[in-house]
């Protein structure tokens, strides 16, 4: 690197300088956080269908902003999928290697364990769909590495079913409860619990499908330009 | 010694490797190594959440955050790196040199 | 019991350090890594906040938002490197161009 700082940074460090101070300076002055909405939440915990807060909030007091994060997701691994080089369906690596395949054989079950038991504890504790999924989709990428075949998400009508799920769910959540003649995505406390798990379970599956797709893109890409 | 010196001891260093490793990430030359670092600040990240008593939150730093994200990057690091024309003696060299006219 | 403020001013500390480098950087790799690490200052304020003058569990709402924020990071973060995969692999370009370069010679 050369010796003299380019000018730019002379130029940015002013103007950056001032904004992290203005924001130290309102965090300061915003001193009390909003206890009343902490208070409501735990108020309406009982008849929610989950018992962990986190949960509650997300899958049914804020329903709506998690279903709007799955279409989110949706878009971006459809986008990324659209980006990717040209290549059509899944490549398989070489089974031959030893010591991934043997990882792989080994601990996938494990991982599937601990996924299901992140999505299970979902309700009660910290965990849940996203969590969940994302485990799902490293057990699912151990196997790619370890040489096996991911049949599931080499393109097709599966795949794009995988990818929607997560977002039908939460859509049929709002058919359903609109036809009830209720809000649409207020549940009854009836209902609730089993909601939540069905929602949760379809959003694992998307998620674990998206996050293992958008990997497996790069991967792909990535191996296309190997020698 | 005082459990509450200690744990504020301890917050001190998570923040403090926080802004250290955000530091070297952005400023250091070499994208692998920022790549790389970037997987650490995801783990003390995620450090940080549950010192927050944040637990979801920590989880999901910890796969997507930390896993998801910092695989992204070395994927890309990775791509820059081999198509790129031959200046580069390797992954610890990527892409950083200037444009030199 | 944690300190809160700790985590935020830090969390605005590496705001600002992600912002420096968001305006003195043309590498399109590092204003990735820059947006990703501004995220993570701002959830730092986020969870700070929810275990700020509270009474009991910490608030969830935060939590709830955080959550969200890191995966829709996530989802941008992959389209983005997708999209560099592709630049870099039709152009060879791995820096942004004119007009957002700048007109002295590049440096990290």
Do not use: C
């Amino acid at each position: 690197m050369n010796g003299r700082v380019p000018a730019r940074y002379a130029l940015a460090l002013p103007g950056v300088a001032v904004v992290t101070g203005a924001l130290v300076r309102a965090l300061m002055l915003t001193n009390e956080g909003d206890p009343a909405l902490g208070a409501l939440v735990q108020a309406n915990l009982a008849g929610s269908g989950a018992s962990h807060a986190v949960t509650a909030v997300l899958l049914n007091f804020r329903g709506y902003d998690t279903w709007l994060e799955l279409v989110v997701l949706l878009v971006a691994a459809t986008a990324t999928l659209r980006a990717r080089g040209d290549r059509g369906e899944q490549r398989m690596r070489e089974p031959g290697e030893l010591v991934a395949s043997g990882l792989a054989a080994r601990m996938v079950p494990v991982v599937l364990l601990l996924g299901v038991l992140l999505l299970a504890n979902g309700t009660s504790g910290p965990g849940g769909a996203f969590q969940a999924g994302a485990v799902f989709a490293a057990g699912a990428l151990l196997m790619y590495f370890g040489g096996y075949r991911l049949v599931l998400v080499s393109g097709g009508v599966v795949q794009d079913l995988l990818l929607i799920v997560g977002t039908f769910g939460f859509f049929a959540a709002a058919v359903a409860t609109t036809a009830a003649g209720m809000r649409t995505l207020e549940f009854a406390p009836r209902f609730a619990g089993p909601a939540i798990v069905g929602i949760e379970l379809a959003a694992t599956v998307s998620i674990a499908a998206t996050l293992l797709l958008i990997v497996l893109a790069a991967e792909e890409e990535s191996r296309a330009s190997d020698p | 010694m005082n459990g509450e010196v200690l744990a504020g001891a301890f917050d001190v260093l998570v923040v403090g490797a926080l802004i250290a490793l955000a530091v070297a990430i952005l400023f250091l030359p070499g994208l692998f190594r920022s790549g790389v670092l970037f997987i650490v600040f995801g783990l003390i990240a995620t450090v940080a959440w549950v010192r927050l008593e944040a637990y979801d939150v920590a989880l999901a730093e910890a796969v997507i955050g930390a896993g998801v994200l910092g695989l992204l990057v070395i994927q890309a690091v990775r791509q820059l790196d081999a198509s790129s024309s031959g200046e580069s003696a390797g992954m610890g060299d990527v892409g950083d040199r200037g444009r030199k006219p | 019991m944690t300190d809160p403020p700790l985590y935020q001013i830090a969390g605005v500390v590496l705001f600002g350090i992600g912002l420096f480098r968001l305006a003195t950087t043309t590498q399109i790799l590092r204003l990735l890594l820059a947006l990703n690490i501004m995220g993570t200052g701002t959830f730092l304020v986020l969870i700070g906040a929810a275990v700020r003058n509270r009474t009991g569990a910490p608030d969830p709402i935060p939590h709830a938002m955080v959550l969200t924020g890191i995966v829709v990071t996530m989802g941008v973060s992959a389209f983005a490197t997708a999209l560099l995969r592709r630049m870099h692999a039709t152009t060879g370009q791995q820096h942004l161009t004119a007009p957002f370069a700048f007109p002295e010679d590049e440096s990290p």
